[in-house]
């Protein structure tokens, strides 16, 4: 089991950036690499940003390319997501999950590849 917990979420202004976080606890050795999903009202949940545990390879969404950016700390089991120029389509319960297949499987932009999932923060980016 990995239980994932995220924080960092809130109301923010156009143009502004928030940092998201997401501790790992449990059986994290296992797991591959993170993701960063959102999810906006009626909308269905997305990929975000995705990061490789061993070696920090990272991979973005078009729509958020250049403006977020996804690191982990491996000595405190984190991963963060760094919001820059918030819009506010980014507006969406940002959830964190990990890929925990075999690490021969690069980042993944489906859901279904992620096994475990916290339980999301709520980012507002208000115009």
């Known amino acids: 089991q990995v239980q994932l917990v995220e924080s960092g979420g809130g109301l923010v202004q156009a143009g502004g950036s928030l940092r998201l976080s997401c501790a790992a606890s449990g059986r994290t050795f296992s797991t591959h690499a993170m993701g960063w999903f959102r999810q906006a009202p009626g909308k269905e949940r997305e990929f975000v940003a995705g990061i490789r545990w061993s070696d920090g390879n990272t991979d973005y969404v078009d729509s958020v390319k250049g403006r977020f950016t996804i690191s982990r700390d491996r000595t405190k089991n984190t991963v963060y997501l760094q919001m820059n120029s918030l819009k506010p389509e980014d507006t969406a319960v940002y959830y964190c999950?990990?890929?925990?297949?075999?690490?021969?499987?690069?980042?993944?932009?489906?859901?279904?590849?992620?096994?475990?999932w916290g339980q999301g923060t709520q980012v507002t980016v208000s115009s």
């Open positions: 999950a990990a890929d925990q297949r075999p690490r021969f499987y690069g980042i993944s932009y489906i859901r279904e590849s992620y096994e475990y």
